[in-house]
């Protein structure tokens, strides 16, 4: 008997360890009957899904043990290796990051909307075949809902936590010196080191006074980012910028673990998800499908 079930309607996963119901998300991908839903870490509804109360205990959060664990990096990978494979019949250069070739785009948009991947066999954990909306390697992983797909990946967790966890990715500061470290000086602006650009993050104010979700700013521009910074003010849209991190529901996207990382650094603060505009100095978009 499986442990979890799954209701239809407003989707909510039940299971016996469950003291109540979790509802999770629904994304919509075409030409697929079944319900998906986003498979990343910052999905908070899989914190409570994927890791068991003790190890929530002893880590201080769910969400501070399930980054103990790569099974989730894993999945993404495996989708993006899927997403290259569909690009290698075609006279496309991954250096120029951008769909350059007459009728690419097209071709790209006949791609199938779902792929299956085989996840990995991880300790005790026999793998099995996902069902994974096929997307470029910037958006993460949407997959198809399935009582097994939870139990994979809840096994998985307990699994890897119960062998101490994964190794932390050594972050990038770790082999500079202390003279190529970047302090900015500044309230709410830092340096990326994947990026090497500023990250300007700015608070809107509700009419009651209260912080509003904050949104980014990504520039190799100083003054642009110490503007927006200040008054939030973004740079016009020429055609050298471009916005990033936003769906096509205009929602806002989940960061990648390097700009979490890049961030906690600077700021103490570990977990923000906010839409992000990147001013690009160089010229042309970092990516032109959707």
Request: with cysteine; aromatic share 6%; charged share 25%.
């Amino acid at each position: 008997m499986s442990m979890f079930s799954i209701t239809s309607g407003v989707v909510s996963v039940d299971a016996a360890f469950l003291k109540h119901p979790v509802q999770l998300t629904l994304v919509d991908v075409d030409g697929v009957a079944g319900q998906c839903f986003r498979c990343v870490g910052s999905n908070t509804s899989l914190h409570r899904l994927l890791v068991t109360q003790q190890y929530a205990k002893h880590h201080g959060s769910a969400a501070v043990a399930l980054r103990k664990t790569d099974i989730l990096k894993t999945l993404k990978q495996l989708k993006d290796d899927e997403w290259t494979k569909a690009l290698e019949a075609m006279d496309y250069n991954p250096e120029i990051r951008r769909y350059t070739p007459p009728g690419m785009r097209t071709k790209v948009c006949r791609f199938p909307a779902t792929v299956d991947i085989v996840a990995p066999q991880v300790l005790h954990v026999e793998g099995m075949t996902m069902t994974v909306e096929l997307t470029k390697p910037q958006s993460g992983v949407v997959m198809l809902l399935t009582p097994e797909v939870l139990e994979y990946l809840r096994s998985v967790v307990s699994a890897q936590l119960d062998s101490g966890g994964c190794p932390a990715i050594a972050h990038v500061r770790t082999s500079m010196g202390v003279a190529d470290c970047v302090d900015t000086n500044v309230e709410n602006l830092y340096w990326s080191y994947n990026k090497k650009k500023h990250r300007a993050v700015f608070f809107p104010l509700d009419e009651d006074g209260k912080k509003k979700p904050r949104t980014e700013c990504i520039t190799g521009c100083r003054e642009i980012a110490m503007t927006f910074v200040k008054s939030g003010v973004r740079p016009p849209r020429r055609r050298n910028t471009v916005v990033v991190g936003v769906g096509d529901d205009d929602t806002p996207a989940e960061p990648s673990e390097a700009d979490i990382e890049d961030e906690a650094s600077s700021s103490g603060n570990v977990e923000r998800s906010s839409a992000s505009i990147e001013a690009r100095e160089d010229g042309g978009s970092q990516s032109d499908v959707v």
